[in-house]
């Protein structure tokens, strides 16, 4: 693999932030279309949240060995650049499928890396910026902005020239982060240049596995599932509701540019928070979402609501992003990330393969269900602070 000191014209944040905005574009375009494209094909909703659940659950069992395997890399980015690779390749896989089965095969080999990559990278990047002591919210606000622009840009394609831009669009994106990868900077400092080892009475994560620890991985992986079935199944549901198909785009588009606002002003919003509090933030702002959205509301108010995406997801995010970084050392940074992601892909599989046989029943009804799950998640989070106040250790985040 070529050395990242080849790219050294320009600084790790930067280039660290061009790879951020090809992250989550494929996942822009299948957000907008994909649940479409798979109904056009014949496949019923509930074969849909398979569709969307089994590379979870893949993922579910994979994470915590890629993430230990990334912390025993040179760098990070090692594990970055093969993961990336083996998604890039995975997606030319739409070329030749349209049933269920080969859908649910080719979506495996292209969400499991592509998911598997993002909590190693949220891990290496957050420990480069405090390192350098550069700006972790401005770097990830990136991915936002590249998921934002794809997925408008996916909804004005389509409008204009049909479900038949979707594959080929899909595939370039994937592509184009595989090519990007290469050009990541190193993550650890310049003098790790071999694998930390690690000593026998060194940091586990053992050590960690505690209530007040569990809880808020509990709490965020909650509020995420609910974001999942919004990706996955939230077009089929406007659709039903009657909102034209040239709108999915830019309902998508504003909710991700409220999230991209959010993460470039986040030191000035998140500074005098503490990390749960966060999430209990995001909690009970995603209990009005929800439910307000359960209501079939007009597409005004619809757009009111995406907007909301400013707060659920960028509070949970950093919160547990925060959490974790205040209480696990460098030694099991992405493991312990890769824990919390674990747990979220866990909660993500029975949220899709429920929420696919619910939309099936009820329709948007099964928002509800979403804001009872947020719910719980704020409640967990305060639970965590009764356990173990956030004054035992700074949860607080310099301006």
């Known amino acids: 693999m070529s050395s990242p000191d080849r790219a050294g014209a320009f600084s790790p944040e930067l280039r660290a932030s061009i790879f951020h905005s090809t992250v989550f574009g494929s996942t822009g375009v ?87 990559l993002v909590p190693v990278l949220d891990a290496a990047t957050l420990r480069m910026t405090e390192r350098r002591g550069s700006d972790f919210g401005f770097v990830r606000a990136w991915g936002t902005v590249g998921y934002t622009i794809t997925a408008a840009l996916t909804g ?79 077009a089929l549901v406007w659709k039903v509701d009657g909102i034209a198909e040239g709108w999915f785009g830019p309902l998508i588009a504003i909710s991700a540019a409220g999230e991209a606002v959010t993460m470039f002003f986040w030191r000035r919003i998140g500074a005098r928070m503490s990390a749960r509090t966060m999430l209990i933030i995001a909690g009970l702002v995603g209990v009005l979402r929800w439910f307000a959205m359960a209501l079939s509301p007009a597409l005004p108010v619809l757009f009111l609501l995406q907007a909301l995406h400013a707060i659920t997801l960028p509070f949970a995010y950093f919160g547990i992003m925060h959490f974790i970084a205040n209480w696990a050392d460098e030694d099991i940074a992405a493991e312990a990330q890769s824990f919390s992601s674990m747990l979220t892909q866990g909660f993500a599989v029975v949220t899709l393969v429920l929420f696919g046989w619910l939309v099936g029943l009820i329709g948007g009804d099964a928002y509800f269900v979403a804001a009872g799950m947020t719910l719980v998640a704020a409640l967990l989070a305060w639970w965590s602070v009764l356990l173990r106040p956030s004054h035992d250790r700074s949860e607080y985040r310099p301006a």
């Open 156 to 234: 004005a394609l389509i409008g204009w020239f049909g479900a038949v831009v979707f594959v080929p669009l899909f595939i370039v994106l994937s592509l184009l982060r595989t090519g990007l990868a290469f050009q990541l900077p190193r993550f650890r400092a310049p003098e790790h240049t071999a694998a930390p080892a690690r000593a026998a009475n060194g940091p586990t994560l053992m050590s960690l596995m505690r209530p007040w620890f569990i809880l808020p991985c509990v709490a965020f992986a909650l509020i995420q599932s609910t974001h999942f079935f919004l990706g996955a199944m939230g």
């Open 30 to 116: 299948a957000s907008a279309y994909f649940a479409i494209w798979l109904s056009d094909k014949g496949i019923t909703p509930d074969q849909i949240g398979i569709i969307n659940a089994v590379p979870v659950l893949v993922l579910l069992f994979a994470s915590m060995l890629i993430g230990r395997l990334a912390d025993r890399a040179s760098d990070w980015r090692v594990m970055i650049i093969w993961l990336s690779i083996i998604a890039g390749a995975g997606s030319l896989g739409f070329l030749f499928v349209s049933e269920f089965w080969g859908a649910l095969l080719v979506f495996t080999l292209c969400y499991t890396p592509a998911g598997a």
